[in-house]
């Protein structure tokens, strides 16, 4: 294929921004659109392609907007409409693109379709949720959890059924066997779309369908102690129904009905379920998110056995897709270190696929420690002696050595780390050995190279702690060697002698070397090299 048949979603970089968290405009602590449009010049120079936006929707913010009362509109907190369009507008002249996240599988109990749903057993809405009598004892109709923990079932007093919520109980679950339901989200995804918005990260997809028998889910024999609730049970029968593979093509039809514009699934499944999701002749979601490198224990021989695990397990024509980072998960560089976090950066960013980044992770953000009384993840309020609040993942952007990191004038919503007068955009953006700069030069090389950014993956043999892989487009070759350890290693060539020049290394002076045969490398130390 020649490299001008990619797609911009194939061939760019995507930047998670978590508004909340990016930027705030007028004092209140926290970030908003006007924020983000102020700092798209920034992103613009880091050299990322397209933004995706946690949701801006409005909602009463128990599960911090992620229970939306309103699919069409902002909430106030974000800034309003014209805020958005100029939003759209300013990310499309530099040549970047909007992804929104769209949240099909619930809405807030404050939305207007449950607000009708609950008000009566007859009402036309009422199966739009899922509605169920108590068994005879008066207990749930099954055994179902609730991911921010307790049952996934809420008694409703006055109409005296259970409705279901895989999440909050501020989030009901809606119906997705009832067309109605259907219409009325392929309405939103229609509305935004024409506005022009470049796609959708859609949340929780592999949730969207549940059994209709609703069978009780089977005890996990594999549960510790120190998990979530929600892990006592294996989801078999209220998560990724053969089903729900017919509603995602009918939300690809949509999104295929446009211009270039992008699907994508979040889906945590083991590879051989997550490749399902691409649908029966690629006709699924676009990009099913790949949370490998997320879950997976830092270790060459793991991840090298999971790459190709994944790269062999893709149905023809389906692109890969790599995620070190989210706003659900403990930063990258608190998971490996921040020794080892410049080789994650490189990992994420010569993978064959589309790359998403985490906002502050260019910078080596770390999680921040949130006092217990300063917690506002409800998943962490709710089962407090668990430590799983991923509020330390979302503490505000660090811009500058100002005042609150040049976030905020006001008291930010989360506090910023300790450390943020030396780890910003502002330092960094003028030490050469920083963070940020060498994910900047990295990105720059990985948009340069088509080899990089569209070429084939080879598997390289090469013993832990290393791991190797080529990346190659018509003559040019590309070898990547990482050391997953902090001691020096020895890169050996089994079958083959590579020789060429290193063009990018976590430790810059290596850069510019020629290098043949067996390759030296320091611990915590990756290098790409450009071959003969």
Known sequence: MAQDKYLWWQKGIIYQIYPRSFQDSNGDGVGDLKGIITRLDYLKWLGVNAVWISPIYPSPMADFGYDISDYCGIHTLFGNMADFDQLLTEVHSRDMKLILDLVPNHTSDQHPWFLESRSSKDNPKRDWYIWRDAKEDGSEPNNWLSVFGGSGWEWDEKTQQYYYHAFLKEQPDLN?????????????????????????????????????????????????????????????????????????????????????????????????????????????????????????????????????????????????????????????????????????????????????????????????????????????????????????????????????????????????????????????????????????????????????????????????????????????????????????CVFRPQYQNYKGTIVLSTAPERENRKVEGNISLSGDEGIVVALE
């Not at 506002?376 to 500058?400: E, F, I, V, Y």
């Open 176 to 488: 997705w066997r009832n067309p109605e339901v259907q219409k009325a989200m392929f309405d939103v995804m229609h509305f935004w779309l024409d506005k022009g918005v470049d796609g959708f990260r859609v949340d929780v997809m592999w949730h969207m369908v549940k059994d209709d028998q609703l069978r009780d889910n089977p005890p996990n024999p594999n549960y510790k102690q120190h998990e979530s609730t929600y892990e006592q049970l294996i989801p078999a029968f209220s998560t990724d129904q053969p089903e729900v593979h017919d509603l995602v093509e009918k939300m690809r039809d949509i999104t295929n009905s446009y211009e270039e514009r992008v699907l994508i699934g979040e889906i945590y499944l083991p590879i051989h379920r997550l490749v399902t999701y691409y649908g029966h002749n690629n006709n699924g979601a676009h990009l099913p998110f790949n949370f490998m490198l997320i879950n997976i224990d830092w270790d060459a021989e793991h991840i090298k056995s999971k790459v190709d695990e994944y790269e062999g397990a893709l149905p023809e024509g389906g692109w890969p897709n790599w995620v070190i980072g989210n706003h659900d998960q403990p930063r990258i560089t608190s998971r490996v270190g921040t020794s080892q976090a410049k080789v994650a950066g490189m990992l994420l960013l010569t993978l064959r696929g589309t790359p998403t980044m985490y906002y502050g992770d260019e910078l080596g953000m770390r999680d921040v420690p949130i006092p217990p009384d300063e917690v506002q993840d409800p998943q962490g309020l709710n089962m407090p002696d668990k430590d799983l609040s991923r509020d330390p993942a979302r503490t505000p952007m660090q811009w500058d050595d100002s005042e609150n990191a040049g976030f905020t004038s006001g008291k930010p919503w989360l506090r910023i780390a300790d450390s943020y007068r030396k780890r910003n955009v502002k330092v960094q953006q003028e030490d050469e050995e920083s963070m940020l700069l060498y994910y900047r030069k990295l990105i720059t090389l990985r948009q340069k190279e088509p080899a990089l950014h569209v070429g084939d993956y080879v598997p390289v043999q090469a013993k832990p702690p290393l791991l190797a892989y080529i990346r190659q487009h018509e003559n040019k070759r590309i070898l990547i060697v990482l050391n997953l350890s902090h001691k020096p």
